[in-house]
């Protein structure tokens, strides 16, 4: 967990973000990392949070404790966000509002706030091929590597991250 804590110290040096928005990027960075190495189900399920509750809830506490351990994090909003954008992969895959899961997701960063609120919408609009980009490229590996799931740097779009020929996702980036 170490390196994973160590890539994350750098990204967000690396951002130049200060203060809230500093601690909103760790939130999204972390729990974008995690969510994104978490698998989905093999076919639809009755409720995507039960099913994260009762197949990931454990994993993602253990890894959020760990990193909050060597650094100080929100770990609530972590696990909260964890969990929304893994139930928004999950949505992408079996009840997609369309066929394109970019534009999937780019509706979220466009929405009222339902999904993701406040700062945090405002953060991930404010350059997200940058910011987010240019982070999971670095630390999505890691925390897969931590997670003893594959990884896939050369991923782009999460489409191709869910693809049905993999039983384990692959880890994404938007860019």
């Not at 999950?90 to 394109?100: A, C, F, K, Q, S």
């Not at 982070?135 to 896939?152: I, K, Q, S, Y």
């Amino acid at each position: 967990m170490l390196k994973v804590v160590s890539s994350i110290t750098s990204l967000l040096s690396e951002s130049g973000k200060q203060g809230q928005d500093r601690a909103i990027f760790a939130a999204v960075l972390i729990s974008r990392s995690i969510a994104v190495c978490l698998q989905l189900p093999t076919s639809p399920v009755a409720n995507p949070y039960e099913f994260f509750n009762s197949s990931h809830a454990a994993t993602v506490n253990s890894v959020v404790s760990a990193i909050n351990e060597a650094m100080v994090i929100n770990v609530g909003e972590v696990q909260r966000l964890t969990r929304e954008q893994w139930v928004a992969r999950y949505r992408m895959v079996y009840t997609p509002t369309n066929g394109d899961a970019l534009a999937c997701l780019n509706a979220c960063l466009e929405s009222d706030g339902s999904i993701f609120a406040g700062d945090v919408l405002r953060i991930l609009k404010s350059n997200p091929t940058r910011d987010m980009g240019w982070a999971m490229r670095e630390l999505g590996c890691v925390v897969a590597d931590e997670l003893g799931v594959a990884a896939n740097p050369n991923v782009d779009t999460l489409e191709s991250a869910t693809s049905p020929q993999s039983d384990k996702p692959a880890v994404a980036i938007q860019g």
